[in-house]
């Protein structure tokens, strides 16, 4: 056994969009968009559904799990009768409207969200907002999006939402960087987001977010389906630490289970690695199989090209 037996085993919390009601869906379908941080989850492997945490394989996973556009709430008359407000601002957060879209500005990325709800609410909005840390690449991205009763949009309305930072591509905590929240104005229904923010030192961040893409803690290095005692050498060349999460492929490879009670075993240096995911500052989880399969069972055969470049 090797030093791999001592490294922590860490579980994936991901995130993903849910809506109800036909209403809602058919909201979601017209506005859905493409993350291409979020890869497709993965099918069963059989066994004891008690003892074992299984993702399903989609053809349409990508576009289904970042929702980055679709939950938007109309204005409502405020108490008073004088109309919606058309600007608020508290401590935490500071929304106007400019043109079709309400434009939310974080002056607090660590506040209680409930400052940033009131906000919401001041200028007739439904929205409940939280930030979550997230890997540097996901920061001002919405990495969770549910709704409920909401309704089809009609022809002509401005719907959407979306997170980013302003100006695009700033550092946050720089001056005259923020992250924002673009609402469209022409939706009904309760929204719930959740939007990227920098991780503080120990936080797990709370995003699927591929370690090896641009900009991420392995850019440039080619992990799946290799030996775990080469990838460690090159996490550990970089100055990081791995943690494992051990899953269990299909014998085709088309999908994977993950057995909780499994997460404590140690890791040889030849079992293999199929895909390294940002865990926190500092530290990658990869996942890996003691078996090796035909295909990268996160996938379904051979990962997809993605922009590696450091």
């Given at each position: 056994?090797?030093?791999?037996?001592?490294?922590?085993?860490?579980?994936?919390?991901?995130?993903?969009?849910?809506?109800?009601?036909?209403?809602?869906?058919?909201?979601?379908?017209?506005?859905?968009?493409?993350?291409p941080?979020?890869?497709?989850?993965?099918?069963?492997?059989?066994?004891?559904?008690?003892?074992?945490?299984?993702r399903?394989?989609?053809?349409?996973?990508?576009?289904?799990?970042?929702?980055?556009?679709?939950?938007v709430?109309?204005?409502?008359?405020?108490?008073?009768?004088?109309?919606?407000?058309?600007?608020?601002?508290?401590?935490?957060?500071?929304?106007?409207?400019?043109?079709?879209?309400?434009?939310?500005?974080?002056?607090?990325?660590?506040?209680?969200?409930a400052?940033?709800?009131?906000?919401?609410?001041?200028?007739?909005?439904?929205?409940?907002?939280?930030?979550?840390p997230?890997?540097?690449?996901?920061?001002g991205?919405?990495?969770?999006?549910?709704?409920?009763?909401?309704?089809?949009?009609?022809?002509?309305?401005?719907?959407?939402?979306?997170?980013?930072?302003?100006p695009?591509?700033?550092?946050?905590?720089?001056?005259?960087?923020?992250?924002?929240?673009?609402?469209?104005?022409?939706?009904?229904?309760?929204?719930?987001?959740?939007?990227?923010r920098?991780?503080?030192?120990?936080?797990?961040?709370?995003?699927?977010?591929?370690?090896?893409?641009?900009?991420?803690?392995?850019?440039?290095?080619?992990?799946?389906?290799?030996?775990?005692?080469?990838?460690l050498?090159?996490?550990?060349?970089?100055?990081?630490?791995?943690?494992?999460?051990?899953?269990?492929?299909n014998?085709?490879?088309?999908?994977?289970?993950?057995?909780p009670?499994?997460?404590s075993?140690p890791?040889?240096?030849?079992?293999?690695?199929?895909?390294?995911?940002?865990d926190?500052?500092?530290?990658?989880?990869?996942?890996?199989?003691?078996?090796?399969?035909?295909?990268n069972?996160?996938?379904?055969?051979?990962?997809?090209?993605?922009?590696?470049?450091e």
């Amino acid at each position: 056994m090797n030093e791999l037996t001592d490294l922590a085993r860490v579980r994936d919390d991901e995130l993903a969009g849910r809506a109800s009601g036909a209403g809602a869906r058919a909201l979601l379908a017209s506005v859905t968009a493409v993350d291409p941080d979020e890869i497709p989850n993965a099918v069963p492997a059989p066994g004891n559904p008690r003892r074992r945490r299984t993702r399903r394989l989609l053809a349409g996973a990508l576009a289904t799990a970042a929702l980055a556009g679709a939950v938007v709430l109309g204005p409502s008359f405020l108490e008073g009768g004088s109309g919606p407000a058309t600007s608020y601002a508290n401590s935490a957060i500071e929304i106007r409207r400019e043109g079709d879209q309400w434009v939310a500005r974080i002056r607090d990325p660590l506040a209680d969200h409930a400052l940033y709800t009131e906000g919401f609410r001041a200028v007739g909005l439904d929205v409940e907002l939280t930030l979550v840390p997230v890997a540097p690449g996901s920061v001002g991205r919405l990495v969770k999006v549910g709704m409920r009763d909401a309704k089809p949009p009609a022809p002509g309305d401005v719907v959407g939402v979306s997170g980013d930072l302003e100006p695009a591509g700033c550092t946050l905590g720089h001056e005259d960087c923020a992250l924002t929240i673009q609402v469209g104005k022409d939706l009904t229904g309760k929204v719930q987001l959740s939007l990227g923010r920098p991780a503080r030192p120990g936080e797990h961040y709370q995003s699927f977010t591929v370690a090896t893409r641009k900009g991420e803690m392995l850019a440039g290095v080619r992990v799946d389906e290799r030996p775990v005692r080469e990838v460690l050498a090159e996490v550990h060349r970089r100055g990081l630490k791995a943690v494992f999460e051990i899953i269990e492929p299909n014998a085709d490879g088309n999908g994977y289970g993950m057995n909780p009670q499994r997460q404590s075993d140690p890791v040889g240096d030849d079992w293999t690695v199929w895909e390294a995911v940002a865990d926190q500052p500092g530290v990658v989880r990869l996942l890996v199989s003691e078996k090796r399969v035909a295909n990268n069972p996160l996938y379904g055969g051979p990962k997809p090209p993605e922009d590696t470049s450091e």
